[in-house]
């Protein structure tokens, strides 16, 4: 019985919903503006110290995978060098 009531006060034809567009619109740009009241941009420090962060994470990661690759490289050459020759 609920959901039949809730259904009722709902707009049901499609000029109703057309016509009840701009309060929605308003109450969604209400919900946006207060949404980005909360937002703070990082200062020039903050940021400045997680770009050095990422710099030297990607040079370390950079560099691990380099040896992975060197060690890799070694162990198929010496494995294919052993089982080829006779």
């Not at 809730?6 to 034809?13: I, N, R, Y």
């Not at 919900?31 to 110290?49: F, I």
């Amino acid at each position: 019985m609920a959901k039949a009531m809730v259904v009722a006060d709902q707009p049901t034809t499609g000029m109703e919903r057309f016509k009840s567009q701009p309060e929605r619109l308003k109450s969604f740009l209400g919900d946006v503006r207060s949404e980005l009241r909360k937002v703070n941009a990082p200062s020039r420090a903050e940021v400045r110290s997680t770009t050095i962060v990422v710099i030297l994470t990607v040079f370390a990661f950079a560099a691990f995978f380099w040896l992975v690759d060197i060690l890799i490289n070694h162990t198929l050459n010496a494995m294919i060098t052993k089982l080829t020759t006779h």
